[in-house]
């Protein structure tokens, strides 16, 4: 990949998803999305956008916690940290871009820079597997698969993420530890640290499954005001993990487009109207990137308040007599 088209990759998939996004509005009407807009209200996006945010703070929290960030600064001290990652891993495209942002804000913070990174890979691979096992009961909710077959892909998940939990640790236990350029001990000490403990990744499972419940709820609660009657939470979860997964292809912008387009075609198999799904992701995204930017902003805010305060008190130690000081 050229260095210009590295450079231009951001805005094409920027484009790519403003494009995608304007073909499915398209596509089901905007006065047809207008109505699904005015259905819902004010207090449906409120709980939303507080169930986005506790989402979020307990993903800072596992973050803290699977790094091993206690020795080295407070949680209070690494939320702004991981709330600007955050914000940026919203708005650039694929899903790494929030691991490169906390890496590159936390250099000189931390003892390692390769032990931070593999237990970033570490939280996002239980995140992926979270999210691909709940997306997995996708086809017994629907209805097309009864049981016993529809168990099989869940099974199947359980049994490829234990085999891989497995061959990390026994790849990361055999690794050498011979000095055999900077590059591959950094490798092999990223590959090591992604092999984190059982307990940690238990104790990250569970949070992440709290988190991913949070998400989904923030997805039932809009669509549940459209559609009173198709009140199967677990249906919704399911849904919206499955079409979150197409964010972690870089074709848009953090999945633009294509995370909203293919929800509709996968609610639709469920009974909610096309309109109404697009304008609940259409708001849910608004929602996540408010109280993610928001939130960057009010520490900014809050830090220069500070700054202000630290500069007039030196200056009225300045101001003071000689005979005081």
Do not use: C
């Not at 231009?8 to 998939?13: E, N, Q, S």
């Not at 709820?217 to 399911?238: E, M, N």
């Not at 109280?291 to 830090?303: I, S």
């Amino acid at each position: 990949m050229t260095s210009t088209l590295k450079r231009l990759r951001p805005w094409i998939a920027t484009v790519v998803g403003v494009g995608l996004i304007t073909v499915g509005i398209k596509w089901i009407g905007i006065h047809r999305l207008a109505d699904a807009f005015a259905r819902q209200s004010p207090l449906h996006v409120a709980i939303a956008f507080v169930a986005i945010a506790v989402s979020a703070l307990l993903g800072a929290w596992n973050v803290y916690r699977i790094a091993e960030l206690r020795p080295y600064l407070t949680f209070r001290a690494f939320l702004p940290v991981f709330w600007r990652s955050w914000a940026i891993g919203l708005t650039v495209p694929g899903q790494v871009g929030d691991m490169a942002s906390t890496m590159w804000q936390l250099r000189g913070r931390t003892g390692n820079l390769s032990f931070l990174a593999g237990r970033l890979i570490a939280d996002k691979v239980v995140s992926i597997g979270v999210i691909v096992f709940i997306a997995s009961l996708l086809p017994a909710l629907v209805g097309h698969v009864a049981f016993p077959t529809s168990a099989i892909a869940p099974f199947v998940v359980v049994v490829l993420l234990a085999v891989g939990f497995v061959l990390a640790r026994t790849f990361a236990s055999r690794l050498g530890t011979k000095q055999r350029g900077r590059w591959r001990t950094r490798a092999e000490a990223v590959a090591q640290a992604a092999a984190a403990p059982f307990s940690f990744v238990a104790v990250n499972a569970v949070i992440t499954a709290a988190k991913v419940l949070l998400t989904g709820l923030a997805y039932f609660v809009l669509l549940a005001a459209a559609h009173p009657s198709l009140h199967r939470f677990i249906t919704v979860l399911a849904i919206t993990q499955g079409a979150g997964l197409v964010a972690y292809i870089p074709v848009s912008m953090n999945g633009l487009g294509t995370v909203e387009l293919s929800a509709v075609k996968l609610f639709g198999f469920a009974g909610y109207a096309a309109p109404d799904v697009l304008a609940s992701y259409v708001l849910l995204r608004a929602a996540s990137l408010a109280a993610a930017w928001l939130g960057v902003g009010a520490v900014a805010v809050r830090r220069g308040f500070a700054r202000r305060e630290a500069a007039g008190n030196r200056i009225a130690v300045d101001d003071r007599p000689r005979a005081v000081r």
